[in-house]
C-alpha cells in the first residue's frame, strides 16, 4: 500500500519506473500561463502505445503517459475565452504546426512541433496543463448528451480516420480488419460511421472477439488462415477486399493482408511491428496486380475535427468497446490485464484517497 498523499496543492500521478513498473505518486499541480488551461481527470483511455512503451520500457522514468482525455476545466490562463470553468473537454496531445513543409504537402503528423508533447505531466494524472496550442487550436466542449466514455475516443478514433481515409475506400467497399481488439473493433465503428454502406469483415484467432465484432456490425468474422480468406471471398464473389486494416502489426500479417485484398487493392498499416521485423513478399502484388501498401500515423486536427462531429452527431459511438473503468490507484491491474488481453478498452478515472483513519 502507498501512503504517499498529495497536499493541497499537488495530485498524485502515474510515474513509470522502468521494467513495466510505474508508482502513484504527488506532484506539484502545474501553475496555468495565458493562454493555457488546467484541467481535472475525468477519464483517460489505455492506450496501445502506453501498452507498447511499457512493455519494451522505452518510457524513461519519471514519465507519465496516457493522452486520451476527458478532463473538466478547473484553471484558465489569461486569454482562454473559449472555455469557461466547468466546462467538459476532451483535448489531444499533439498539434501540428501547419506551416512547415510536412504540414503544407499534408504529413501533418510528421511534422517536427507535431512531436510536443501538450500535456503536462501526462494523461496518467488527477489534474492536466493543457499548453495553449493544445487549447487554442484542438479542445473541444463535450456537450451535455455525450457521454465521458464515447468523448474519450476523439484521439485515438482520430488515428482509425487517417488510415480509413487514406485507404481510398468507397463508401459501398469491403473491408477486413485483422485484429478485434479495442483498436480493430474501433475501426469497425469508425468505417461504419464514416461509410456507412461498407461490408467489414474482422479476423481474430478468439471467439469472444469475433461475436463481439458481429454485434458491432461485422458483416462477417473469421479466424485467421483458410477461414479468413473463404470469409472474404464470400464477402467479395472471389475479388478480396477493396482495403485491408491491419491493426496486430508484423511482417506475417502483411503477406496475410495481401492475400485478402483484392488486386488494386490497398493495406494500411496500424501497428507497430516486432522490433527489426522486415517483410518479404512478391513485389508483383505492387507492380502488376497494384495493390497498395501504406502506413498512417497519430491523426491530425482535420480527423480529430471530423471524428468529433461523427460522435456528436451519433453516428460514432464507441463506448461499447469499455469494458473496464477503475481509479488511477489499480493502473498495474489495468496494464495486466491489457497485456494478457483480458480487457479491450480500460479507461481509468481520478485516483481515489487510500487513507485509513
Ligand atoms: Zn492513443
Ligand atoms: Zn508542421
Redesign the pocket.
Known amino acids: 500500500m502507498d501512503h504517499r498523499l498529495p497536499s493541497p496543492d499537488s495530485d498524485m500521478v502515474v510515474s513509470c519506473l522502468g521494467n513495466e513498473k510505474t508508482v502513484l505518486e504527488p506532484r506539484p499541480r502545474p501553475m496555468v500561463d495565458s493562454g493555457e488551461m488546467l484541467l481535472r481527470l475525468r477519464v483517460v483511455g489505455f492506450c496501445g502505445t502506453d501498452l507498447f512503451k511499457l512493455t519494451t520500457d522505452s518510457a524513461s522514468p519519471g514519465t507519465v503517459l496516457g493522452h486520451e482525455i476527458v478532463g473538466e476545466v478547473i484553471d484558465l490562463g489569461d486569454g482562454v475565452d473559449k472555455f469557461d470553468l466547468g466546462d467538459r473537454v476532451c483535448v489531444p496531445h499533439h498539434v ?9 504537402r499534408g504529413n ?1 503528423t ?5 512531436r510536443e508533447n501538450l500535456m503536462e505531466p501526462g494523461g496518467f494524472a488527477d489534474s492536466i496543463l493543457i499548453k495553449s496550442r493544445a487549447t487554442a487550436l484542438a479542445a473541444h466542449r463535450i456537450p451535455d448528451d455525450i457521454s465521458d466514455a464515447a468523448a474519450v475516443f476523439v484521439e485515438p478514433a482520430a488515428c482509425v480516420l487517417r488510415g480509413v481515409e487514406r485507404s481510398g475506400i468507397d463508401r459501398d467497399g469491403t473491408a477486413v480488419i485483422q485484429g478485434g481488439g479495442s483498436m480493430g473493433l474501433l475501426h469497425l465503428l469508425v468505417l461504419k460511421a464514416a461509410l456507412p454502406g461498407v461490408s467489414v469483415a474482422v479476423i481474430d484467432p478468439l471467439e469472444p472477439r469475433r461475436a463481439l465484432a458481429e454485434s458491432l456490425g461485422a458483416s462477417a468474422t473469421a479466424a485467421p488462415g483458410d477461414a479468413a480468406l473463404d470469409a472474404v471471398q464470400g464477402l467479395t464473389a472471389g475479388a478480396g477486399a477493396d482495403a485491408v486494416f491491419d491493426t496486430v502489426g508484423g511482417s506475417r500479417l502483411l503477406e496475410a493482408g495481401l492475400q485478402l485484398s483484392r488486386q488494386g487493392g490497398t493495406i494500411v498499416l496500424f501497428a507497430h511491428a516486432p522490433d527489426g521485423d522486415r517483410a518479404g513478399f512478391d513485389l508483383n502484388d505492387l507492380f502488376k496486380f497494384e495493390r497498395r501498401v501504406l502506413g498512417t500515423y497519430s491523426g491530425a486536427l482535420h480527423e480529430q475535427a471530423a471524428v468529433f462531429e461523427l460522435i456528436k452527431s451519433g453516428a460514432l459511438d464507441p463506448s461499447p468497446l469499455v469494458t473496464h473503468t477503475m481509479p488511477l490507484n489499480d493502473f498495474q491491474r489495468g496494464y495486466s490485464l491489457a497485456k494478457n488481453q483480458e480487457a479491450l478498452k480500460i479507461l481509468f478515472t481520478p485516483t481515489v484517497s487510500t487513507e485509513t483513519t
Open positions: 501540428p504546426c501547419g506551416e512547415c513543409l510536412y504540414c503544407r501533418e510528421m511534422c517536427e512541433t507535431f
